[in-house]
């Protein structure tokens, strides 16, 4: 799964962004980044990978089959 989001990521990469890109850090004094739209979509991307891997993690038998999910 990991390996998956890896390569969807660097492909999405690849297509959207520009090589010369220029890049502006946001820094947060105080305030809580979650409320900045600038951080929307990373929170959401967490909170889907937290929510998917949660789910997988209850839905198969951990002890049992581990080993090959994790392979």
Known sequence: MFLLLFY???DWAKTNLSP???HQA???RGGKPKKLPE???INTLLG???TSLGGVYH???YAKYAARYLT
């Open 26 to 28: 946001i820094i947060v």
């Open 20 to 22: 010369g890109c220029q």
């Open 48 to 50: 889907n990978l937290k």
């Open 59 to 61: 839905a198969v038998d």
């Open 39 to 41: 951080f929307l979509w």
């Open 8 to 10: 969807t990521i660097a």
